[in-house]
């Protein structure tokens, strides 16, 4: 079965750089999550859509904006990294009304 | 914050039922119980849901009391691969945030 893709997988980037993580939601899944895990931590929502609007949002720093297109793929664009951005960052799909969110592989971002 | 209590780790053999509990004394009449896992810094894999009705499917099974307050999730037959962490959320349905607890480090031993 198709499941959530995220790119890249691994991404390397300086401090003060721009970075945009992709996340293409499992077909006919409405709504998208992402989620922040850092090292040895659990993971942290940051924002959702549904439908193409943001309906929920969480510890999100205002550096970060996501939106999700007409196709429903997701982008989170992050800018003026910091050494503390480095972590794995999820991206989850689901169809709503109860039913469960599931989740990519994940972008891992190292910030050198 | 987390609304859910889970032991820190435990173990199990090799071919046995790992039962997991989850206290979640204040959930309200509307929110599920959702159960994840996430194996070393993979993406969290979905488990299993329930309301009020215990559940089955391939994976696992769910046991909710009648009050609600407390949940166990059961793997039947346990392998080295089921090693992982496991998280009890709960939650008003799939379109809100799910919010992790430290969740239940499970340790299959041979």
């Known amino acids: 079965a198709a499941g959530v893709i995220q790119s890249p997988r691994h991404l390397i980037k300086e401090k003060r750089e721009t970075a945009t993580l992709k996340c293409y939601p499992i077909?006919?899944?409405?709504?998208v999550y992402w989620y922040q895990q850092g090292p040895g931590q659990d993971p942290q929502f940051l924002i959702s859509f549904y439908e193409k609007m943001q309906s929920d949002k969480g510890s999100i720093p205002d550096r970060f904006s996501a939106q999700q297109f007409s196709d429903y793929h997701s982008e989170l664009n992050m800018s003026s990294l910091e050494l503390g951005d480095s972590a794995l960052y999820f991206c989850?799909?689901?169809?709503?009304?109860?039913?469960?969110?599931?989740f990519g592989d994940g972008t891992r971002l190292s910030i050198l | 914050d987390a609304k859910t209590t889970q032991p820190p780790s435990m173990d199990c053999a090799e071919g046995r039922a790992a039962n997991l509990p989850c206290n979640h004394s204040t959930i309200s009449g509307n929110e599920y119980v959702y159960w994840y896992r996430q194996i070393h810094s993979q993406g969290p894999q979905y488990i299993i849901h329930g309301l009020k009705n215990n559940e089955t499917n391939e994976m696992a099974s769910l046991i909710i009391t009648e009050d609600r307050k407390s949940s166990t999730l059961i793997l039947p037959h346990a392998t080295l691969r089921d090693t992982a962490v496991y998280y009890c959320i709960v939650s008003p349905d799939s379109n809100y945030q799910l919010i992790w607890g430290a969740g239940t480090k499970l340790i299959i031993k041979p």
């Open positions: 989850a799909s689901s169809t709503g009304s109860s039913q469960p969110q599931h």
């Open positions: 077909p006919r899944h409405d709504t």
